[in-house]
């Protein structure tokens, strides 16, 4: 498990209101059971949850039974690096925050891109 961010510093807190990440430690951090690689943290938008849903992954519907508050436009959050990646190909991308995105998302997307919507 890596602490370490796409820039290659300390990876730091994403979000702990909502609380996020595989760990649910406010940390985009992954490791041994986590499928779904919750290592990019963004900054959600109307046009990405909109689009998650119609992909069949509802991140807008609380779900309490999982403790789950149910995400806003605004909210930072944990998102899957594929899940990223696919918004990213349809044009509807959320923006990432580079210091907390964690660097194993570099296997999967390019640093550029990850720059190119950057928050920062």
Do not use: Y
């Amino acid at each position: 498990m890596s602490n370490l961010n796409v820039l290659g510093e300390e990876l730091a807190t994403c979000s702990t209101n909502p609380m996020t990440g595989f760990f649910r430690d406010g940390c985009c951090r992954t490791g041994a059971g986590d499928r779904g690689l919750h290592c990019v943290c963004v900054v959600l938008t109307e046009e990405f949850l909109v689009f998650s849903k119609k992909q069949g992954n509802d991140l807008i519907t609380p779900r309490p039974e999982f403790s789950f508050p149910g995400l806003k436009p605004g909210d930072h959050w944990c998102l899957c690096v594929l899940r990223w990646k696919e918004a990213f190909d349809h044009g509807c991308a959320p923006k990432v925050d580079l210091n907390a995105t964690s660097v194993v998302s570099l296997e999967f997307v390019d640093l550029e891109d990850l720059k190119k919507h950057s928050v920062s």
